[in-house]
């Protein structure tokens, strides 16, 4: 089993600046992609930016130029740096990943989620 465990968000005046972070335990062999997904009260949930190996990081429109995704696989996390933040970013904030589990010779495929953080922007 995988857990994921968000931090980072917040209550944040337009224009301002957050950064999540998620990181990952459990018995993790490989990761192979890792991204943010946002919910809005009364919309679905979307994706906000996402990057898997070997491949260039990809942003919903509404969030280029201005988020940035990276990880740090040595410390299987995942993060993203929220710049010129506006009202339309608030949301809450999930991180997802997915790849391979390792027990003893048992290989799992894994797609996990976490909790959610709450990014609030607002005057």
């Known amino acids: 089993q995988v857990r994921l465990v968000e931090s980072g968000g917040g209550l944040v005046q337009p224009g301002g600046s957050l950064r999540l972070s998620c990181a990952a335990s459990?018995?993790?062999?490989?990761?192979?992609?890792m991204g943010w997904y946002r919910q809005a009260p009364g919309k679905q949930r979307e994706l906000v930016a996402a990057?898997?190996?070997?491949?260039?990081?990809n942003y919903a429109d509404s969030v280029k130029g201005r988020f940035t995704i990276s990880r740090d696989n040595a410390k299987n996390t995942v993060y993203l740096q929220m710049n010129s933040l506006n009202a339309e970013d608030t949301a809450v904030y999930y991180c997802?990943?997915?790849?391979?589990?390792?027990?003893?010779?048992?290989?799992?495929?894994?797609?996990?989620w976490g909790q959610g953080t709450q990014v609030t922007v607002s005057s």
């Open positions: 997802n990943m997915a790849g391979t589990t390792r027990d003893y010779v048992l290989y799992k495929t894994f797609d996990s």
């Open positions: 459990g018995s993790m062999f490989s990761i192979s992609a």
């Open positions: 990057i898997a190996n070997g491949r260039s990081p």
